[in-house]
């Protein structure tokens, strides 16, 4: 009978010792990359066009998410910037999304058609998408690889160093 309890005994040890390895060392080398970087945050935002647009259904695109508000002067003057990238890699498979913050869509519908934006503004009036990507000082803009991970959070300074900017841009498109 001792040796039957030293038998399960053993027996109960390998297979507690192989759930361990199973539970937690397999799914730590298997998936640190994946765990390393983020995955940007579904949502779905109403367009200037008054198009809704869901960012997983631009799964397969390099996406800029640029967050701003039109009483940030520095959100404005960055605004042509991001025209010129937008025009410059769209055809490659890239897109600005440009979320206002503001919470009427009045005073930032005027600036997107004085600016001839030719990319998607889409309205967060509640800040909820503003909320899911932790931003707390505008502008910022996020860069989301094909894959839909979050990969560069660019400051107004360093979307302004446009070549710096553009260079991320096509390595994320090269990938």
Same mark, same amino acid.
């Given at each position: 009978?001792?040796?039957?309890?030293?038998?399960?005994?053993?027996?109960?040890?390998?297979?507690?010792?192989?759930?361990?390895?199973?539970?937690?060392?397999?799914?730590?080398? &298997?998936?640190?990359? =994946? /765990? !390393?970087?983020?995955? #940007?945050?579904?949502? %779905?935002? $109403?367009?200037?066009?008054?198009?809704?647009?869901?960012?997983?259904?631009?799964?397969?695109?390099?996406?800029?998410?640029?967050?701003?508000?039109?009483?940030?002067?520095?959100?404005?003057?960055?605004?042509?910037?991001?025209?010129?990238?937008?025009?410059?890699?769209?055809?490659?498979?890239?897109?600005?999304? &440009?979320?206002?913050? =503001? /919470? !009427?869509?009045?005073? #930032?519908?005027?600036? %997107?058609? $004085?600016?001839?934006?030719?990319?998607?503004?889409?309205?967060?009036?509640?800040?909820?998408?503003?909320?899911?990507?932790?931003?707390?000082?505008?502008?910022?803009?996020?860069?989301?690889?094909?894959?839909?991970?979050?990969?560069?959070?660019?400051?107004?300074?360093?979307?302004?160093?446009?070549?710096?900017? &553009?260079?991320?841009?096509? /390595?994320?498109?090269?990938?």
């Amino acid at each position: 009978m001792t040796r039957n309890i030293q038998l399960r005994s053993k027996k109960l040890s390998h297979v507690t010792l192989c759930l361990l390895i199973f539970t937690f060392i397999v799914p730590q080398t &298997a998936y640190a990359t =994946d /765990e !390393s970087i983020p995955a #940007a945050k579904n949502f %779905t935002l $109403k367009s200037q066009s008054g198009k809704n647009i869901k960012l997983s259904e631009l799964r397969g695109q390099v996406i800029m998410l640029n967050f701003w508000a039109s009483w940030c002067g520095t959100c404005i003057q960055q605004l042509p910037i991001l025209n010129k990238l937008h025009r410059q890699f769209e055809k490659k498979g890239f897109t600005v999304l &440009a979320i206002n913050i =503001d /919470e !009427s869509t009045k005073k #930032a519908m005027s600036i %997107t058609k $004085k600016q001839k934006l030719t990319f998607p503004v889409l309205f967060d009036t509640f800040n909820h998408v503003s909320r899911f990507y932790s931003v707390s000082s505008i502008p910022v803009s996020i860069l989301i690889d094909r894959d839909g991970n979050i990969r560069h959070s660019l400051n107004a300074t360093k979307v302004s160093q446009q070549k710096k900017t &553009a260079q991320l841009i096509e /390595e994320l498109l090269n990938e």
